[in-house]
């Protein structure tokens, strides 16, 4: 599962790079993936709505058997 999510991240990460940020996947715990923001994206307002809307998203289209999506 590691491989997938690291795959699904790869075709986030220009995203957040194009805004000065960045994204590491930190673990995934039955289901539940931890990833740690970086950058712009740190201290983003939108940070949280990047998460739910962009990366978990993203993270369960490409990976059906994620359940959630956690920033670390």
Avoid: Y
């Avoid at 795959?7 to 986030?12: F, Q, R, S, T, V």
């Avoid at 950058?39 to 059906?64: D, I, R, S, Y």
Wanted: with cysteine; charged share 30%; net charge negative.
């Amino acid at each position: 599962m590691k491989e997938k999510v690291e795959a699904a991240l790869e075709k986030i990460r220009p995203a957040l790079q194009a805004d000065g940020g960045g994204i590491e996947l930190v673990d995934i715990v039955d289901g539940v993936v931890k990833v740690r923001l970086m950058g712009a994206c740190q201290g983003c307002m939108g940070a949280q709505m990047t998460m739910k809307m962009g990366v978990e998203k993203v993270l369960k289209e490409e990976v059906p058997e994620i359940k959630s999506v956690e920033a670390v």
